[in-house]
T-cell receptor, first 118, second 110 residues
Framework: EAGVAQSPRYKIIEKRQSVAFWCNPI?????LYWYQQILGQGPKLLIQ????????DSQLPKDRFSAERLKGVDSTLKIQPAKLEDSAVYLC????????????????FGPGTRLTVL | DAKTTQPTSMDCAEGRAANLPCNHS???????VYWYRQIHSQGPQYIIH???NNETNEMASLIITEDRKSSTLILPHATLRDTAVYYC???????????FGSGTRLQVQP
């Protein structure tokens, strides 16, 4: 089974430039997550999609970050304009569904995109 | 979600059992304990989860105290490939995004 794919793996940009990251989840997975992981910290959720709808974007800095999942499959995360503090690894994860009744729903993570803002 | 406390780092000799503790004294009755790990330059990987009974799978065992205020992840025979950051997460279901703390950095020594 193919895992979560992300590209690019590494990106270096200057502050105030724009950047976009791409994620292709595991086939059939309805729920997709974007996390930001700053060096030395655990990942922090940016946005969660269920199919092509947003479930939670409360921690997404909407003045500069945007994300979409138009066809309910792959997703892009964009930063415009980038700041120095956006330097981090951006992780995409997917899970099969968003079930009811407390059923376990394992999240599978991609390898991440390491962004360096100079 | 209940707050968790983990040691910052631990060492373990290769071939020995690695016991990683986690305190979650404010856990509520419907909250599960989940463990993920993150190997360097990779995304986090699910290990195991439990509610109140001890659990075992091919990767590890999870021991939850009777009062559920703490738990221990056990890697029975640690290898160098088990060197990673281990995250203990407490939440009510697996439906939502995970809330990660800083985790425990486990270094397996040859």
């Amino acid at each position: 089974e193919a895992g979560v794919a992300q590209s690019p793996r590494y990106k270096i940009i200057e502050k105030r430039q724009s950047v976009a990251f791409w994620c292709n989840p595991i086939s059939g997975h309805a729920t997709l997550y974007w996390y930001q992981q700053i060096l030395g910290q655990g990942p922090k959720l940016l946005i969660q999609f269920q199919n092509n709808g947003v479930v939670d974007d409360s921690q997404l800095p909407k003045d500069r970050f945007s994300a979409e999942r138009l066809k309910g499959v792959d997703s892009t995360l964009k930063i415009q304009p980038a700041k120095l503090e956006d330097s981090a690894v951006y992780l995409c994860a997917s899970s099969l569904r968003q079930p009811s009744g407390g059923l376990w729903n394992e999240q599978f993570f991609g390898p991440g995109t390491r962004l360096t803002v100079l | 979600d209940a707050k968790t406390t983990q040691p910052t780092s631990m060492d373990c000799a290769e071939g020995r059992a690695a016991n990683l503790p986690c305190n979650h004294s404010t856990i509520s009755g419907n909250e599960y304990v989940y463990w993920y790990r993150q190997i360097h330059s990779q995304g986090p990987q699910y290990i195991i989860h439990g509610l109140k009974n001890n659990e075992t799978n091919e990767m590890a065992s999870l021991i939850i105290t009777e009062d559920r205020k703490s738990s221990t992840l056990i890697l029975p025979h640690a290898t160098l490939r088990d060197t990673a950051v281990y995250y203990c997460i407490v939440m009510d279901t697996g439906r939502r995004a995970l809330t990660f703390g800083s985790g425990t950095r486990l270094q397996v020594q040859p």
